[in-house]
């Protein structure tokens, strides 16, 4: 089993940023990938941004792309979302997500950003 605890979500203004941290915690040896996704009230949950554990390669969605960067440190079991140029499309509840290299088999509660113009 492996726990996420997302953090740093707030409400702030178009062009600001922010930083969300994930802390996972329980058999973090497990996870092959980590990454971030988010969804809106009616909306589906989507894809943001991932990265492989070891590896470091990254991937992105193209809504996010050149304003957002995922990162992780795996000696204190944390990943990251740097959030810069947010604009209000970027409101959602942000979630940590975390698997094998087949599936996405842990989530954390998620956290509200909310970007007003």
């Known amino acids: 089993q492996v726990n996420l605890v997302e953090s740093g979500g707030g409400a702030v203004q178009a062009g600001d940023s922010l930083r969300l941290s994930c802390a996972a915690s329980g058999r973090t040896s497990s996870i092959y990938k980590a990454g971030w996704f988010r969804q809106s009230p009616g909306k589906e949950r989507e894809f943001v941004a991932q990265?492989?554990?070891?590896?470091?390669?990254?991937t992105y969605a193209d809504s996010v792309k050149g304003r957002f960067t995922i990162s992780r440190d795996n000696t204190k079991s944390t990943l990251y979302l740097q959030m810069n140029n947010l604009k209000p499309e970027d409101t959602a509840v942000y979630y940590c997500?975390?698997?094998?290299?087949?599936?996405?088999?842990?989530w954390g509660p998620g956290t509200q950003v909310t970007v007003s113009s």
């Open positions: 997500a975390a698997g094998s290299n087949f599936a996405w088999r842990y």
């Open positions: 990265v492989w554990w070891d590896g470091q390669m990254t």
